[in-house]
């Protein structure tokens, strides 16, 4: 059913994009739900994928299996134990480490529940199923709020794809919505432009997207190719790569997709396994939790876990208040008992 919307919304945009010049608002507005709908249409995936990132002189290049099924998500790191996992309770972050001396020190740290978005302004990783479309919530509520400062033009051809490009207009208090994220310090005074060239032909996924100061200055650069079809109407990249250009300190982030599968069904259930080692360190840092710091004498999964630091905030809350009314009656009483003993004391 998702599938069936997301291709009424383009065939829609497709037509409205064919329309002569005078009708460039419908033009404009449909494109945007297009690129609402191809944003938001995948809702479970999973992505092999190596992640290469290059800054100055230095190369790192990593390998990692990104999984999601609807609000929950995976980050594994194929060559080793380490996982960043949120489930509706909360967000899991395992790792292990060998120190020089062959000491393995294992931790678990559990917060809240992280969304995908803010998952990605932390994990560059976590934003392999979004390549080629909008990486960030924030932006697609910009270009949904702001779509009548849209301009657009068509006919703009990017690494050989066809394209629609809209500009919006950027102001310094816009920064934190339309760019998200800008390298370098800005100044107040800043104005710049957000440019978007989807492919109609391609399910309006985007090739390029880019942050532009007013005076044509390129700050960064989002790009993707290769598309293939993994569903109706819906394109995804085989390479996309970020590209930041701070005048010193030029840095880009290539994704190579080995292989996505399970788009929109049910993935395996024990896709959102979490296996902990025994004496791992485990830290809650979930408000209301009853547990901080402790460890874990025996190998557990997520539902050991999950019923080990379960327990209700407000029973914990309740059991500790009774416990003090019971400390403050015993040393009332004590002190009682007290007094009267010295009274008699006195009286002998």
């Known amino acids: 059913m998702r599938h069936r919307s997301l291709q009424f919304v383009l065939l829609g945009a497709a037509s409205a994009v064919c329309q002569s010049a005078s009708s460039a608002t419908i033009s404009s507005d449909s494109t945007i739900d297009a690129l609402i709908a191809r944003a938001r249409s995948i809702y479970s995936v999973r992505v092999d994928f190596t992640l290469t990132t290059k800054s100055q002189n230095e190369e790192t290049q990593n390998q990692y299996r990104f999984s999601q099924a609807g609000n929950d998500w995976a980050l594994r790191y194929p060559?080793?134990?380490?996982?960043?996992m949120n489930t509706r309770d909360?967000?899991?972050?395992?790792?292990?480490?060998?120190t020089?001396?062959?000491?393995?020190?294992?931790?678990?740290?559990?917060?809240?529940?992280?969304?995908?978005?803010?998952?990605?302004?932390?994990?560059?990783a976590c934003a392999a199923a979004r390549v080629g479309t909008f990486w960030y919530d924030k932006q697609l509520d910009f270009i949904d709020q702001n779509r009548h400062q849209a301009v657009i033009l068509t006919d703009q051809r990017i690494?050989?794809?066809?394209?629609?490009?809209?500009?919006?207009?950027?102001?310094?208090?816009?920064?934190?919505?339309?760019?998200?994220?800008?390298?370098?310090?800005?100044?107040?005074?800043?104005a710049g432009f957000l440019r978007i060239f989807t492919a109609p032909a391609f399910g309006y996924a985007i090739p390029r997207m880019d942050y532009v100061s007013a005076e044509g200055k390129l700050l960064r650069r989002y790009e993707a190719n290769d598309f293939v079809e993994i569903g109706d109407s819906l394109f995804f990249p085989q390479v996309a790569r970020c590209i930041s250009f701070h005048p010193h300190h030029r840095t880009s982030?290539?994704?190579?997709?080995?292989?996505?599968?399970f788009v929109n069904t049910d993935l395996p259930k024990d896709e959102f396994d979490l296996q902990v080692p025994g004496n791992a360190?485990?830290?809650?840092?979930?408000?209301?939790?009853?547990?901080?710091?402790?460890?874990l004498e025996e190998q557990s999964d997520l539902e050991g876990i999950h019923k080990l630091i379960q327990q209700d905030p407000n029973q914990t809350s309740a059991l500790s208040f009774r416990f003090l009314v019971f400390a403050i009656n015993l040393l009332l009483v004590t002190f009682l008992i007290f007094l009267w003993t010295r009274q008699q004391c006195d009286s002998s």
């Open 281 to 295: 360190r485990v830290r809650d840092s979930r408000p209301g939790s009853a547990h901080s710091v402790f460890h």
């Open 253 to 261: 982030t290539t994704f190579s997709i080995e292989q996505i599968d």
């Open 90 to 98: 909360a967000t899991f972050r395992f790792y292990e480490t060998t």
């Open 100 to 124: 020089p001396s062959g000491k393995i020190y294992r931790a678990l740290h559990l917060t809240p529940a992280q969304s995908l978005g803010a998952a990605i302004g932390s994990n560059y």
């Open 159 to 190: 690494l050989g794809i066809p394209t629609t490009m809209l500009e919006w207009p950027v102001q310094y208090s816009q920064l934190g919505s339309a760019f998200v994220i800008v390298p370098g310090q800005v100044d107040k005074s800043f």
């Open 79 to 84: 060559n080793s134990p380490a996982i960043l």
